[in-house]
């Protein structure tokens, strides 16, 4: 069975400074994805970006990175140079392949701080 | 391209009513899931279809069902509905049943008294 947990529920950062969100996650698979979908009050679920386990080389999105360390099963999400309009829930996802359901954690709100 | 769009977004019913919601994927997607949303449970996988095949399905009760269209367009269906159906009920595509990303739609908020 796939689980994942975000262990912080809330985090706040100050707005032009760097924020890191946390995921760990467990699976029994070889060949999964993980994702960051960030979800803004109007409830419009948004991908922010995604790893395939497979690659050694962490996801980058603009202002938006990931530190993937696998053995750990830990899958966090930096965001550099926060706007103000970063501000949302974040969840963590994972996603085995030959399927596409998608297992979240419980999310983590962001706030940013002007 | 137009997003997922889901129909319709906000949704009031009594309980023992029955329910039907909409999606469409984006133009060309073939896969579509389904999830609800509640502030105690969270995010949670309800079903997903291709090619109009269910192909998982997530531990909720037989009253939850769905069903998908030759035109990839989906529905889920709630009979007998319980307060704790309310929920966001959100629908997502994607292009095939790779390891293509999903997208989703603004959801349905669906309460019942």
């Known amino acids: 069975a796939q689980t994942v947990t975000q262990s912080q529920p809330e985090m706040s950062v100050q707005e032009a400074e760097t924020v890191t969100l946390s995921c760990t996650y467990d699976?029994?698979?070889?060949?999964?994805?993980l994702f960051w979908y960030k979800q803004p009050p109007s409830r419009q679920m948004i991908l922010v970006i995604r790893q395939e386990a497979y690659k050694q080389q962490n996801a980058t999105e603009n202002r938006f990175s990931v530190n993937f360390q696998k053995a750990a099963k830990s899958f966090s999400l930096k965001i550099s140079d926060s706007q103000l309009g970063d501000a949302a829930m974040y969840f963590c996802?994972?996603?085995?392949?030959?399927?596409?359901?998608?297992?979240f954690g419980q999310g983590t709100r962001l706030t940013i701080n002007p | 391209k137009a997003g997922v769009t889901q129909t319709p977004r906000y949704l009031i019913k009594t309980r023992g009513q029955q329910v039907t919601l909409s999606c469409s994927p984006i133009s060309g997607h073939r896969s579509v899931s389904w999830y609800q949303q509640t502030p105690g449970q969270g995010l949670q996988f309800l079903f997903e279809?291709?090619?109009?095949?269910?192909?998982n399905k997530g531990n909720f009760p037989g009253r939850f069902s769905g069903r998908q269209f030759s035109n990839s367009r989906s529905e889920m269906n709630v009979s007998t509905l319980e307060l704790g159906d309310s929920a966001l009920y959100l629908c997502?595509?994607?292009?095939?049943?790779?390891?293509?990303?999903?997208?989703f739609g603004p959801g349905t908020r669906l309460t019942v008294l």
């Open positions: 997502a595509s994607s292009l095939g049943w790779g390891p293509d990303t999903q997208y």
């Open positions: 279809y291709f090619s109009e095949t269910q192909r």
């Open positions: 996802a994972s996603r085995i392949q030959g399927a596409q359901k998608l297992v």
């Open positions: 699976t029994s698979e070889s060949d999964y994805y």
